[in-house]
């Protein structure tokens, strides 16, 4: 999966989803009279793998790509200020509905239309970001799943600080520009220290200051780095994997991705479940529903996600207990 995000370029990925139509029908739904179009949003290519969820999840409702819906993309390349521009392209484009991920993507369609339905397969906490009204009712023309779960960074660092005996000092990079990314910040330093565990706060908000975090984590003595569910810092997701490794690091991801790339570990939401489960509200929203009076979904299924091999290359030992708790073990 990995060298698929790293080298799928956009015109590859444009001309790959638009080929052959999916499998025949999965369930035998009314689908909506006319064409549906989907415009897709996505900030970074660490977001495509995940699509093929959403659309097996839009296959098994019964629904053919070519017959029943198409989709037009719009890949920022990781430049996050073209997301207003790529939004409002798809918004002039009259799509029947966008689909993306992240707030900073949904709060640019937001901007660029009111009126078309928008679904986010995730987004961290689409209350802070301003995205919904509430959860229950969301109001305005966004709707979908939301990765935000109690107690999620505590379980995280307890699952690092079980893995690591008498670890004290752990360096977390998160990026203050995410919208809702600073209420999540204050989530981790009070759940560092209830569990008695410094926390060093490594603010990066560009691709350019991303080298200077991580070596500052070294000088500060880190013993274990830990990762936001940030986009700009999964676009760095080979970067902090190989620094990871070449300083004899344990790290603990927000995302599967990165362990499946060579890092240690991860626990965090099922986001291929959560990414299907997405495809139910744009049917709903293509059959008549409005999206403000769909609920936002909160994550049902995690993961805990281990590399032995990861372990193995910077020296430790992963505990049993931590092992016959994992969803997965890559050997």
Known sequence: MHSLTRHWTRRAFVIATGAAALAPWAARAQQPKKVARIGVLVTTS????????????????????????FFEFRHAEGKFERLPDLAAELARSKVDLIFTASAEAVLAARKATRTIPIVFGT?????????????????????????????????????????????????????????????????????????GLQLQSREVRDLRQFEGELETALRERAEALITAPDPLINFQQQRMVDFAERNRLPAMYAAPEFVESGGLMTYAPSYGDMWRRAATYADKILKGARPADLPVEQPTKFELVVNLKAARAIGLRVPQSVLVRADRVIE
């Open 123 to 195: 987004v961290q906490d689409p209350l802070a970001s301003g995205i919904v009204e509430s959860l229950a009712r969301p109001g305005g023309n966004a709707t979908g799943l939301s990765a935000i779960a109690p107690d999620l960074g505590r379980k995280r660092l307890e699952l690092l600080r079980e893995t690591i005996p008498g670890l004290s000092r752990v360096a977390f990079f998160w990026s203050p520009l995410g919208a809702g990314s600073t209420a999540s910040a204050r989530e981790m330093q009070t759940a560092a220290q209830a569990l």
């Open 46 to 69: 660490f977001f495509l793998p995940r699509f093929e969820a959403f659309r097996g999840g839009l296959r098994d409702l019964g629904y053919v790509e070519g017959k029943h819906v």
